[in-house]
């Protein structure tokens, strides 16, 4: 399925770049779904974290469909050759030394771009971890942008990005609502690191990493 992505979104590359990181999802097996909102800002969501493979699954699906997409590292990652590998990637250095946390930081880089799309992974960890961090939501509603969640199903190999979702209630309120569409769409290339909120949703036991077996 071909994807769309409308002028206001924010991008990157071109033909042959898109291109090439849709022939490589399509040689790895795996198939896009959804739709890309016309938007020029967004916190990007992705989920579930189980596997390194899902880093490089989201890397291709962001050239494949051109995404210009930023991730908030740690500065102490931007050193040598590695900080110019990062910064062509969109990643965006978090000053340790700054008295603004990582959202605060993420809210100033909404503020000074007129475009801008944050890429998060909210459950932080691939350990089976016991709660999604709230980080996103709280950026989302500070830069009044909408979350676009986007599911990894190692299942059915496809990748399907959802409605933009736009806070209103609060965290506790409109989180189920999210959680339902990766409950619906996604399935973890590790089970066993799948974390607690996904794994109820889905009727699967979970295991804190505390007690699992080596």
């Known amino acids: ?59 291709l699906t962001l050239t494949a469909l051109g995404l210009n997409a930023g991730t908030m590292i ?59 961090k709230r980080g996103f939501y709280h950026v989302a509603v500070a830069a009044n942008v909408p979350v676009l969640p986007a599911a990894c199903n190692y299942k059915t190999k496809r990748i399907s990005l959802g409605p933009p979702f736009y806070p209103k209630d609060g965290f506790e309120a409109d989180f189920p609502e999210l959680l339902a569409f990766f409950r619906d769409h996604s399935a973890p290339c590790h089970p066993e690191g799948l974390s607690k909120p996904l794994c109820e949703a889905q009727g699967i036991p979970w295991t804190p990493k505390a007690t699992q077996k080596d």
């Open 1 to 59: 399925m071909t994807i769309k992505v409308g002028p206001e979104v924010p991008r990157r590359g071109n033909w042959f770049s898109r291109f090439l990181g849709l022939a490589a999802l399509r040689i790895m097996g795996w198939k896009l779904e959804g739709e890309v909102p016309n938007l020029p800002k967004m916190v990007m969501i992705g989920a579930p974290h189980t596997s390194n493979t899902d880093g490089v699954i989201a890397l």
């Open 74 to 132: 740690k500065d102490s990652a931007f050193k040598g050759v590695m900080g110019v590998i990062l910064r062509w990637f969109g990643a965006l250095s978090v000053d340790r030394n700054s008295p603004k946390g990582v959202v605060e930081q993420s809210i100033d880089a909404f503020k000074s771009r007129e475009k801008f799309l944050l890429l998060i992974a909210p459950e932080g960890t691939r350990s089976a971890p016991s709660a999604w």
